[in-house]
C-alpha cells in the first residue's frame, strides 16, 4: 500500500458514485424517511455524512460526481451538495436496493466516458482518516483498469456480527496491496468471525466497489441480462425511467454481481486498515464519538446536558436541556417531535419501535 | 376511631388553611418555580393536588378556606379553586416557611371567628381515602376545641428516614381515638425508625395541625412573642404586610411551636391508618401510580409512550413521542422546554441538576 498523499491529483476519469439511500432505522428519531441518516452530522464536525463523504472524493474525482438518490431527498441533496451539477443527481422513483442504483450511474457514466472508472461510496459511512481511503482507492482505481470488480476490504477491529466479509485470495500480480477475492461470505456468527479474524485471510465487505461502468454492467448482464439491459435503456432514453425502474429487481449489488463474480474469477479486493464506521445504530454512534464509562458523549451543543453519574450518548437537538442522572451507558435522543430512551446494549431494538410506529400509521415520525 | 360518614355535615365554624407553598424541587422539571408541585395533577385524574385538597376538605369546612401562597401563584390558585373567595386567598410577599403562612391565617382567622378551630394541610399531599381522612379530623376538631395542638399522625408504611415522627403517649381522656404526645422526633435513620415502627407508638408526621387559631398564636407568643405580635398586627392591619413580612423567622410550625408544645404537654394526636403521600420525588410518584416490575407507568397520555422491555415512570408532558427501550426503574419526564432521565433510585439527585441551573442562572427552567 503506497503511502497517503494528500497533494496527488485527481485519479484520470475516475468518478465517484455516491448511493444516498437507506433510511438508517436504527438512529430513529433522529434519523428517518424524511430525513435519513446521511443528511445528518453525526460526527458533530460541521459536516453531514454526506457532505463528508464528498468531500473524502473530491481530491480523488475533481467534480466528477454521479449522486443517486430517492425522489424525495433530491432537493436536500442539491441543497448540501452545491458543487454537484443538477444533473449529476439522479433520482430514483423509488428504492430499488443498491444495484439498481449503483448500475444506473454505471449505465450513464458508460455513456459519457468510455474511459471511466467508478467507484461507489454510500453516503452514510465514516473514515476518519481520508488519507488512507485515497491511498486504497487510487491502487483499486489501477487494478479496475484492467477490468477488475475491485474491492476495497476493511481489516476488521473486532469479530462483528453485523457485516459480511470479504475472504481474500492469492496477491494479485503486478498490483501490489492487491489481492484475488475466493469469496464473499454474508453475516456470520460471533463464533465464525472470530474464527475469521484469526485467520487473517478475511476482511470486512464495506460495500466498496472500484470498477469500469461497462465491465459491472457486463457482468449483471452475465446473470440479469434483463436488468442490465434495462438500465442501459434508461441511460440511452432517460424519458423511460419512470416506465422501466417499477420493474427493476430489488438486489444489491453484492448478491447480483459481486457474489458470482467471485465465483467467477473477476474480483480483486484492496485490504485497508483505515478507520472504518457504518454507524449502524447508536451503540457505534456512541463509539465514534468516544463514550467513555466516565462521561456522557454529546452530539450537539454540551451546554444542553446536565449530567450526573452517566455514561453513554446524549443528543440534544431539540434545543432543549437534558439532564441525566445516574445511568451508564444510557442512549438518549431528543428530537422535536419524538424521543428516545434506551441503552447502548439495546440500541438495535430502537427498530422495533419504528415499526410499531409505522404499523400505527405515524408515518410523521418515521 | 369512628366510622367515615361521607353524609355527615361539616364541622362547626371549623376553617380549612391550605398553605400552598414549596417548589417541589425533587418533581423538577415537572414542578418549579413558576409551576410548583400543588399546581399539577400528579395523580392523572384530573385534578390538581390543590384542587384535590380543596374537594377533600370541603364536606368537613363547606366555604371555609383560607389559602396561603405565594404572590406569584396567586392567580393560579384563583384560577383552579374558583369555589373559593379572593380575599381568602393570602399572598405571602415572599416565602418566610410554615410557620409564618400558617400563622397569617390563624391570626386572621381568630379575628374573624371567635370560635374558629383550624385545620392545616398542606397543598401538595396525596391522600387517596379521604372519608378515612375526614373521620380522622372530626376526632381531631373535637379535641382541639379543648385547647389542645392536634397533630394527625399517619401509621407508618415502612422505616422511613424521611419523615419526622410522632412519639404517641397515653390515651387523650374523653377522646377515644387520640392520645397525648411525647415528643416529636426529627427524620431518624432508617435503623431507628425501625425501631420507632417496631413499638408501635411511632407515627409519621404530615404536618397535620388541628388547633383553634387562639390556641396557635398564644402557643407561639409563648416561645416567640415578637412574631405572634407580628402576626396578629398583620393580621389587624393588612397594609403592614409588606413591612412586617420580611422580618418575621424562617422556622417552620414543628420547630416554632409544635415541639417545644409536646414538651409542655399541650399536644394531642389522632392516630390514624388512611394512606398518605407528599410524594417527595419521582420514586414516591412512580409508587404512586402503581409502577410495576413489568411495565412503566405513564402520568399522561399513554398514547405517547412506546415502551419495550422498559419499567418505571415516564411523564409525557411536552406531547412528543417518547419511547422507552429496555431500562428498568427507569424515569423520564419530558417537558417542552427540559427533559430528566433518571431512575427511581437516584430520584433524589434531581435536585443537584436543579441548584446547577440555578447556579447557571437558568431561572427560565427552574
Known sequence: MPAADPAAPAIDHFWAVIPAGGAGTRLWPLSRSSAPKFLHDLTGRGRTLLQDTHDRL????GDRF???TGTAHREAVLGQLPQVAPERVLAEPAPRDSMAAIGLAAAVLE??????????FAADHVIPDPGSFAAAVRVAAGVAREDWLVTIGIEPVFPSSAFGYIHLGAPLAGHPGATEVR???????VRTATEYVA?????????MFVVRPTVLLDLLARW????AGALRTVAADPGRLDELWPGLPKIALDHAVAEPAADA??????????HWDDIGDFDSLAALLGSSAEQVSVLGDEALVRAVDASGLVVPSSGRVVAVIGLDDVVVVDTPDALLVTTRARAQDVKQVVEGLKADGRTDLT
Chains 1, 2 share one sequence.
Open 265 to 274: 474469477g473477476r474480483v480483486a479486493c484492496v485490504p485497508s486498515a483505515f
Open 58 to 61: 473530491a481530491p480523488l474525482v
Open 224 to 227: 440479469h441480462p434483463e436488468f
Open 199 to 207: 485467520t487473517g485471510r478475511y476482511r470486512w465487505n464495506a460495500g
Open 66 to 68: 454521479v449522486v443517486v
Open 111 to 120: 455513456r459519457e466516458d468510455p474511459d471511466a472508472v467508478m467507484g461507489s
Open 183 to 189: 469469496e464473499f461470505v454474508e453475516k456470520p456468527s
